[in-house]
């Protein structure tokens, strides 16, 4: 703190603007997708604010239209990292002592610039890279962003604030100091949001970062680093390097300054960094913050009171919005009997209705998954389902690859609840649902508890509050975002604090002070007024 007790602006969440025909964020937004589907770039590394370019290069493409080259990123060698972790800790003497209202303008100039001059252009991006709709745009690369910034900078002094008690003759304090050393954080390619977050939220409290996003988002991560710098992060702190992750991880893991990783991803991808961390502990200096979110196999539960318009609805936009490459997407439904029916019935009018291709088509609710490796993965998965007994396809399972990566929305009903596609995170716009006795309700909430080895977010779907009471209850640690009459997905920083438990990660709630608490590391300093300056206590006189 410098010379006052600052306050902050208070966060509030960003309002999603619609897109509707006619509007001019609808008409800016495509010319700006036009502008940059016309034009290629080349992105280097950004190494101490120096644009790296190693010759090493692979090409971006849109996952609706594949064999348009977007441009192409420039792919780190040993070196490179290496002089990344050397920067980010001569960057940390400077940025760890400058005082905190600093850095919270810079993050929240960053969240002004999406807002408003950067809004189509971040948007356009994660439209041509990651192929989101407008709508499913918006909500990550424009509004889950500026939240997270927001309301990270407001966490940040709620932390500052929170001070031990102290007495006339003794002042207590909790200074907040950033990790000793550096931060990596590993971001994954289905949101903007976070992939800008992970480092964000880290350098907002006093750290410096290496920051290695997706391949398959490195195109809408552009913008970001184009923002940070603009909004005045300072050479240094935010280090991005791009190529093979394994390298990379494991050169930066080998480090002995290495403080903290900031994950998400797949969970098989963040079990074996842990194991690494593991195996490397006794070079590191400290011991390193490690946090994961990580997969997902996120259910619906209805129970036999539950209307069955709002089931279907959950289901038809929690599983298939962005294809289901939400680490939230519901993939799993326990449907009873009596309402199947009338479940069925909708959501295979939802999906009759859907249009797919292109998200430059703003009538397209669905367009392509991410890439050819999770194309051929999902397509497996229907083909295993047309053959197998156990299960019927009753929407979809027709795909074709040959512009974009795209797939139906596809519906299996299974008679096993254990079915194959019940337990594995496919990460895809794919559903399983389970049909069950009504009079089974008890053993279906176990089952559900039971089958996956996830506990990302679940939802329950019912008109009767003891139900309701039982299910959340019975679910207690099956989810760490549970929702009651309404789909799994679209948490809203600052009011649903993001993470699960089990397989699905360290559950440091993402868009909360939890997760800023993580990277810091509290030293207390008692000062005593008046030193004694005797060592007897009174209990040794006579
Ligand atoms: P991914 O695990 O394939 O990749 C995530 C990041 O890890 C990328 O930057 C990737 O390059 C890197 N990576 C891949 N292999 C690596 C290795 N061996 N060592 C080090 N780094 C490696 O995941 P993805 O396909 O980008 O994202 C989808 C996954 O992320 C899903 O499992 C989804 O559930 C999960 N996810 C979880 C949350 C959450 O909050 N829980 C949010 C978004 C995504």
Not at 208 to 234: C, L, M, N, R
Not at 410 to 430: A, S
Request: with cysteine.
């Amino acid at each position: 703190m410098g010379k006052g007790f600052f306050q902050v602006p208070a966060a509030i969440n960003e309002p999603v603007k619609s897109y509707a025909p006619g509007t001019s964020e609808r008409e800016e937004v495509l010319a700006t997708y036009a502008s940059m589907y016309n034009s290629t770039i080349d992105i280097p590394l950004y190494i101490n604010g120096e644009e790296i370019k190693t010759g090493d290069t692979a090409v971006m493409t849109p996952p609706h239209d594949h064999q348009h080259v977007l441009g192409t990123y420039h792919k780190a060698e040993k070196q490179h990292i290496e002089k990344a972790i050397e920067t980010a800790l001569e960057a940390r003497k400077k940025w760890a002592n400058l005082n905190w209202e600093e850095r919270a303008a810079v993050f929240l100039k960053a969240a002004e610039l999406i807002a408003g001059p950067y809004r189509s252009k971040i948007n356009a991006a994660t439209m041509l890279a990651q192929s989101k709709n407008i709508f499913q745009a918006e909500i990550d690369a424009a509004c889950e962003f500026i939240d997270f910034l927001r309301f990270n900078v407001e966490f940040m002094t709620k932390i500052y604030e929170d001070q031990p008690d102290s007495t006339s003759d003794i002042w207590n304090r909790l200074e907040y100091r950033p990790l000793e050393g550096f931060v990596y954080a590993i971001t994954p390619f289905n949101f903007t949001a976070i992939s800008g977050n992970l480092p964000a939220s880290a350098a907002l409290m006093g750290n410096t970062v290496v920051w290695k996003p997706s391949d398959s988002q490195i195109y809408s991560a552009k913008v970001i680093v184009d923002i940070f710098k603009e909004a005045g992060v300072p050479d240094g702190v935010i280090n991005v390097v791009y190529g093979d992750p394994l390298m990379i991880t494991d050169t930066v893991l080998a480090s002995p300054d290495f403080a903290g990783i900031h994950f998400t991803g797949s969970t098989h991808v963040f079990k074996d960094i842990w194991a690494k961390i593991g195996a490397n502990i006794h070079t590191y200096k400290t011991y390193p913050r490690i946090v994961g979110e990580t997969g997902g196999k996120d259910f619906i539960i209805a129970h036999p009171s539950a209307n069955p318009k709002q089931v279907a609805t959950g289901i038809s936009r929690g599983a298939f919005e962005f294809q289901g490459q939400k680490c939230s997407a519901a993939s799993r439904a326990y449907i009873p009997k009596s309402i199947w029916g009338a479940v069925e019935k909708q959501v295979l009018e939802d999906i009759k209705s859907f249009k797919m291709g292109s998200p430059e088509d703003m009538s397209n609710f669905i367009t392509a998954v991410i890439h050819e490796r999770s194309f051929d993965n999902l397509v497996s998965y229907i083909e295993k389902a047309k053959k197998d007994t156990d299960a019927t396809i009753i929407a979809g399972g027709n795909y074709d690859k040959s512009k974009g990566y795209f797939i139906e929305p596809t519906v299996i009903v299974t008679k096993d609840p254990k079915y194959t596609t019940m337990c594995t995170e496919l990460f895809g716009p794919v559903i399983t649902i389970y049909v069950y006795d009504d009079k089974d309700w008890k053993t279906t909430l176990q089952l559900v508890d039971e089958t996956s080895d996830y506990a990302l977010t679940g939802a329950i779907f019912s008109t009767d509050r003891y139900a309701i009471n039982e299910a959340t209850e019975a679910l207690q640690n099956s989810a760490g975002n549970f929702y009651i009459n309404d789909k799994p997905t679209g948490a809203v920083v600052g009011q649903q604090p993001f993470g699960g438990a089990r397989a699905s990660g360290t559950n440091d709630k993402a868009g909360s002070y939890l997760n800023l608490l993580r990277w810091v590391s509290p030293r207390t300093i008692k000062e005593t007024f008046l030193s004694p300056s005797n060592y007897r206590y009174p209990f040794l006189g006579k």
